[in-house]
């Protein structure tokens, strides 16, 4: 791992090539796993004000609607974090599914972040979600940024190596709404460096 300001980072944010392709993972993402997407304090009051928003609400599954009407948006995990509800023992309770634009097949996707590309919330998903593959910690008073395997991500990482798309500059949009343009800059700025070094 390397220091990018006050953080620590992975080297497979260099190394991982990844770019997701919805039009073969179908978004599983969204719906695999035991538990909810990660979310923080102040995000919990966006998720409910996305679920009283019809842009939103009115196209949630049934099922999901119901679940988020009984126990609301958030849950502690087994660790006692907050997560995403989810239903069927994995579903996000934002999941959706039918047509993106672009993608050639029906797929999983989240209500919020389809909600955000039509101009009609003003948010667009937790930042755990914008984030994946990569996943945050805290190490000894830092944050620690890694990247996450997952099997149903293999499509991700094929497309990503074919196009030649490191995981930082996939994320890059996302990385800078968590960590600010500087840090980012600060990012690529290694990538070269560690390049030119033979590390990556």
Same mark, same amino acid.
């Given at each position: 791992m390397i220091e990018i300001l006050n953080t620590l980072v992975s080297l497979d944010?260099?190394? *991982?090539? !990844? @770019?997701?392709? +919805?039009?073969?993972c179908h978004g599983l993402c969204c719906? #695999?796993?035991?538990?909810g997407a990660p979310v923080t304090l102040e995000e919990v009051e966006l998720l409910e004000e996305a679920a009283e928003t019809p842009a939103v609400w009115d196209t949630l599954p049934r099922q999901a609607q119901a679940q988020i009407e009984a126990e609301g948006v958030v849950y502690p995990?087994?660790?006692? #974090? +907050? *997560?995403?509800? /989810?239903?069927?023992?994995?579903?996000?309770? !934002?999941?959706?599914?039918?047509?993106?634009?672009?993608?050639?097949? $029906? @797929?999983?996707? @989240?209500?919020i972040?389809?909600?955000?590309?039509?101009?009609? !919330?003003?948010? $667009?998903? $937790? /930042?755990?979600c914008a984030l994946y593959p990569v996943r945050l910690s805290n190490v000894g008073g830092m944050v620690a940024v890694n990247v996450h395997h997952w099997?149903? @991500?293999? %499509?991700?990482r094929d497309l990503?190596?074919?196009?030649?798309? %490191?995981?930082?500059?996939?994320?890059? =949009? %996302?990385l800078i709404r968590r960590f600010g343009q500087a840090w980012w800059d600060e990012c690529?700025?290694?990538? =070269? #460096?560690? &390049? &030119?070094?033979g590390y990556i």
């Open positions: 944010l260099f190394k *991982v090539f !990844f @770019c997701c392709d +919805l039009d073969k719906v #695999e796993g035991d538990a995990d087994r660790d006692g #974090e +907050l *997560v995403t509800q /989810i239903i069927n023992g994995k579903d996000c309770v !934002f999941a959706r599914h039918g047509r993106l634009d672009g993608i050639a097949h $029906p @797929c999983t996707h @989240c209500a972040d389809a909600a955000y590309r039509q101009g009609r !919330f003003h948010w $667009p998903k $937790p /930042i755990s099997d149903i @991500c293999q %499509p991700a990503g190596r074919q196009l030649q798309i %490191p995981v930082y500059q996939f994320l890059k =949009q %996302p690529h700025l290694a990538a =070269q #460096e560690l &390049k &030119k070094a």
